[in-house]
C-alpha cells in the first residue's frame, strides 16, 4: 500500500541554481522531490516530512550539513547523500562516522546523482524485502536478530564478518571478487586494500571452524565452506 506513495526526495542545498538542476534531474526520474534553501529548519522539515532520502549539502548558511546530519541520526534511518565541494573533506567526513549513507563531491553530474539515488533506494528495498534467515548446510544467518550459527552452534562475527558471509550465503557457489567483497563491507566506500579482505575472510573461516580458515590449502575440499579462488575471490561452498 505504501508504495503507491511517490518517492520523495529532500534537497538541502543552498546554491539555487545547483538545487534547481538537482531537482529537475529527480523529477524527471519520477521523484516527488522539494528542496530547502537552508540548513535552519532542516532537521524539522526531515523529521516531519520523513521523506525518502535527503541530499544534504555540508556548508549551509545556519546549521550546516554536519550537525544536520548527526541530528537526524539519532532519531531516523532515512538515507543521506552528503555533497561537498572538496574531494579531500571526504575523508574526514568518512572519519567522524557521520552516518550518511553515500557521499558526492561537487561538481558532480546530475547523472551520477541519479545513479546514486537508485542505488541507495534499491539497496533499501532489497534489505526490506529480503528472507530474515538465510541457510546453506548446517549454517545459518538471523540478519534480523544477527545471530550465526553453525550446527546449531552460535558463531560470535564482528559486524563486516556478518556481512561477508551474508553476501556469499545469498549466492551460494557464486564467487565475488574482492572489490564485490570491499563494496558489501563497507558500505561507505571506505578504500581498504585487497589484504584487509582476505584478513576478514581468514577471521571468519576460523570462526566458523573451516578447514580451510586453518589449513590454508591442505586436507583436501571436503570440510571446505568457504573456498578462496587465487586472484579473483570468494565463494560458498
Ligand atoms: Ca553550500
Do not use: W
Request: aromatic residues 4%.
Amino acid at each position: 500500500m505504501g508504495d503507491l506513495r511517490m518517492t520523495h526526495i529532500l534537497i538541502v542545498e543552498d546554491e539555487e541554481k545547483l538545487a534547481a538542476l538537482e531537482r529537475d534531474y529527480l523529477l524527471k526520474e519520477g521523484y516527488d522531490v522539494s528542496v530547502q534553501l537552508e540548513g535552519t529548519g532542516a532537521v524539522d522539515s526531515i523529521l516531519a516530512h520523513r521523506p525518502d532520502l535527503v541530499i544534504l549539502d555540508l556548508m549551509l548558511p545556519g546549521e550546516d550539513g554536519l550537525c544536520i546530519c548527526r541530528r537526524v541520526r539519532e532519531h531516523s534511518d532515512v538515507p543521506i547523500i552528503m555533497v561537498t565541494a572538496r574531494v579531500e573533506e571526504i575523508d574526514r567526513l568518512l572519519g567522524l562516522e557521520l552516518g550518511a549513507d553515500d557521499y558526492l563531491c561537487k561538481p558532480f553530474s546530475p547523472r551520477e546523482l541519479v545513479l546514486r539515488v537508485r542505488a541507495i533506494l534499491r539497496r533499501g528495498k532489497t534489505a526490506a524485502g529480503a528472507q530474515p534467515t538465510l541457510s546453506h548446510g548446517d549454517l545459518s544467518l538471523d540478519r534480523e536478530r544477527f545471530v550465526c550459527t553453525r550446527q546449531g552452534r552460535s558463531v560470535e562475527l564482528t559486524p563486516v564478518e556478518f556481512r561477508l558471509l551474508e553476501s556469499l550465503m545469498a549466492r551460494p557457489g557464486r564467487v565475488l571478487s574482492r572489490q564485490q567483497l570491499m563494496d558489501v563491507a563497507y558500505e561507505d566506500h571506505r578504500v581498504v586494500s585487497d589484504r584487509t579482505i582476505d584478513s576478514h575472510m581468514r577471521n571468519l573461516r576460523h570462526k566458523l571452524g573451516d578447514i580451510a580458515g586453518r589449513q590454508e590449502g591442505q586436507g583436501g575440499d571436503t570440510d571446505t565452506l568457504i573456498r578462496s579462488v587465487y586472484g579473483v575471490g570468494y565463494a560458498l561452498e
